[in-house]
């Protein structure tokens, strides 16, 4: 089934600096792709979405890149802040499904 | 208001207990879902509710069950507790199967089981 890696599992920047957060996924046929925030003792909350058809995505300071040929997504934080710090995870699924996969999380800390 | 509320919120109980997880969401949302989250494992997938009474497992469906006799709520049981159960679980819901649908979270549940 599908399997989906996500590194780094942390990443410390400081403020203003760029946060680069990847996945890599095993199957061709998967179409939706999410990034999601997760804050310390709450759940999870999207930041976006993206579907197979688009390469690249921006939205307040975020930008998502999909590469389907290496079967990769990327987020893009620019110019974080220390309110950017969470635990950030990519999700995919595919056509008809309703199960997401989720990769590990990424720990992200922005230092001022 | 779009929310996912999840009941209670902290619990710890006692090795072979039987341990109720409940959640609700007023969206109407015809699917949800029950995950767990553990240091470096992401969220894990224990079940899919399509709608009343139409569950199927997920990855790790071993040691628990569900319920969802009503559309907005979705129950978790497990019977006979185990130490590695203790957990964050987290409910979600989604308004449709597929189709790219975004999935609301609730706040979680932290069990722990001793």
């Known amino acids: 089934g599908e399997q989906v890696e996500q590194r780094p599992p942390h990443l410390s920047v400081r403020e203003g600096d760029s946060a680069f957060i990847i996945c890599t996924y095993t199957d061709s046929a998967t179409a939706y792709f999410y990034w999601y925030k997760q804050e310390p003792g709450a759940g999870l909350q999207l930041l976006m979405s993206?579907?197979?058809?688009?390469d690249r995505k921006e939205e307040q300071g975020l930008t998502v890149l999909l590469n389907k040929k290496d079967k990769r997504l990327s987020l893009n934080l620019t110019a974080a802040h220390p309110g950017d710090s969470a635990v950030y995870f990519c999700a995919v699924s595919e056509p008809g499904s309703a199960k997401l996969i989720f990769g590990e999380g990424t720990k992200l800390t922005v230092s001022s | 208001d779009m929310k996912v509320t999840q009941m209670p919120r902290y619990l710890i109980k006692r090795m072979g207990e039987n341990v109720l997880l409940e959640c609700g969401q007023d969206m109407s949302h015809e699917t949800m879902y029950w995950y767990r989250q553990d240091p470096g494992l992401g969220l894990q997938l224990i079940y899919i509710?399509?709608?009343?009474?139409?569950?199927s497992e997920g990855d790790i469906p071993k040691g628990y069950r569900v319920s969802r006799k009503k559309r907005e709520h979705f129950s978790l049981i497990l019977d006979s507790a185990k130490t590695n159960q203790t957990s964050v679980y987290f409910c979600?819901?989604?308004?449709?199967?597929?189709?790219?649908?975004?999935?609301?979270f609730g706040e979680g549940s932290r069990l722990i089981v001793v």
């Open positions: 509710s399509y709608d009343v009474d139409s569950n």
């Open positions: 993206v579907f197979s058809n688009v």
């Open positions: 979600a819901s989604s308004l449709a199967r597929g189709r790219g649908n975004t999935l609301y």
